[in-house]
């Protein structure tokens, strides 16, 4: 059963490729210990493209934010480059770039990007949603 109270974690991430499989393995731990284990396969997949966008395009520090309200998981990455992302009309033309947002669109209930301030640095938080139903 789905907890019913919300809840938030944020994981603070280094500029370092490997902070992906550290992403991964705490989102499954969290998941897990949440009695959320069907949502962690799909949940994994976003986080690690979300992650791995924002440690491979910027040069800053980075953080992924898990959060569980009404029914819904919110998984975002913050990033230090205020850029967006291409816009989803531009995802399957980029080539190469591009397909983990495309996968992000197409796994997601949801996902959107707003452009955010953490710890006086200027970047952009990119988000998905998935619904436990």
């Known amino acids: 059963m789905p907890p019913a109270d919300p809840w938030e974690y944020t994981l603070y991430i280094p500029n370092d490729l490997r902070a992906v499989t550290v992403a991964r393995r705490t989102l499954r731990l969290i998941l897990t210990m949440h009695g959320l284990i069907r949502l962690t396969d799909t949940a994994e997949l976003l986080a690690a493209e979300l992650v791995s966008n ?28 205020p850029e967006p992302p291409p816009p989803p009309g531009e995802l399957e033309v980029l080539g190469e770039e591009g397909r983990g947002l495309a996968l992000v669109a197409a796994c997601a209930d949801l996902w959107g990007w707003q452009p955010l301030a953490r710890h006086g640095n200027r970047g952009k938080y990119v988000w998905c949603e998935l619904a436990a139903a």
């Open 54 to 81: 924002a440690v491979r395009h910027t040069k800053g520090p980075a953080a992924l934010r898990v959060r569980w309200s009404a029914g819904v998981l919110r998984i975002g990455a913050w990033d230090a480059d």
